[in-house]
């Protein structure tokens, strides 16, 4: 009886904290020109394998550990490119020195769709080109304004670099990021990488005293056993 009951407890506990447990992060580098960045790269997010994704539609994303997913992106913009490429370009010159972009002319928009994700929380890394005319325009997330992220120089990834970290919430699998330059003092506007991590939901506190009851129990069942 005493060994059922456990088993039963350590069912119950396995559920309580395997219920926090998400799907591995997602970095993108947009344009072609210097390639992807490699995996031991992380920028200021996690560390692990990149997409490289141009206009149009790119299906079967990889995660960070190099699994292929059920993501896809689709690229909306005027072009992808960038300065033309450095002999040896580093991991932050190809994160950051090709990209998608779009002027004013041209209807100043970008936008990038992912579908495919699981519906939760995630945090947003966003990377503005190294570019220092081109911002990312105003920008919106799935709908919800995200202010602009000016171009900057690529010096150094600490204080050379434009990036944003922004949350916000999936729903039916689809995340839509975009940026115009109208409104902005910038006559061009661009997305250099995007990276995508779910975020750990907090369980709520009853949930963890209820875990730690429950780990009391089989303390309790294995003094009485003894």
Not at 8 to 14: F, K, P, T
Not at 75 to 104: C, E, R, Y
Not at 118 to 123: F, I, L, T, W
Request: include cysteine.
């Amino acid at each position: 009886m005493i060994k059922s009951n456990l088993t039963g407890v350590l069912c119950a506990v396995a559920l309580v904290f395997s219920s926090s447990t998400s799907a591995s992060s997602i970095n993108i580098d947009f344009g072609y020109l210097e390639g992807e960045p490699a995996s031991v790269f992380g920028g200021v997010g996690e560390q692990g394998f990149w997409n490289q994704a141009r206009l149009g539609t790119t299906s079967g994303l990889i995660d960070i550990n190099d699994t292929v997913t059920g993501v896809s992106v689709d690229v909306i913009a005027q072009a992808d490119g960038g300065s033309s490429a450095p002999q040896s370009p580093g991991d932050i010159d190809k994160l950051l020195g090709d990209n998608i972009f779009t002027n004013t002319t041209s209807g100043g928009l970008w936008e990038v769709q992912f579908g495919g994700l699981s519906d939760g929380a995630y945090e947003i890394i966003i990377y503005a080109p190294s570019n220092t005319a081109v911002s990312t325009g105003l920008m919106t997330i799935n709908g919800v304004s995200a202010g602009e992220l000016p171009g900057d120089n690529p010096a150094s990834l600490i204080d050379g670099i434009s990036y944003g970290i922004y949350n916000t919430i999936v729903s039916g699998g689809l995340l839509d990021i975009s940026g115009t330059t109208t409104g902005s003092a910038f006559s061009h506007s661009g997305l250099a990488g995007v990276q995508i991590s779910p975020s750990p939901v907090p369980l709520p506190a009853a949930v963890w005293l209820f875990g730690s009851g429950l780990l009391g129990l089989v303390g309790v069942a294995w003094r009485r056993k003894s």
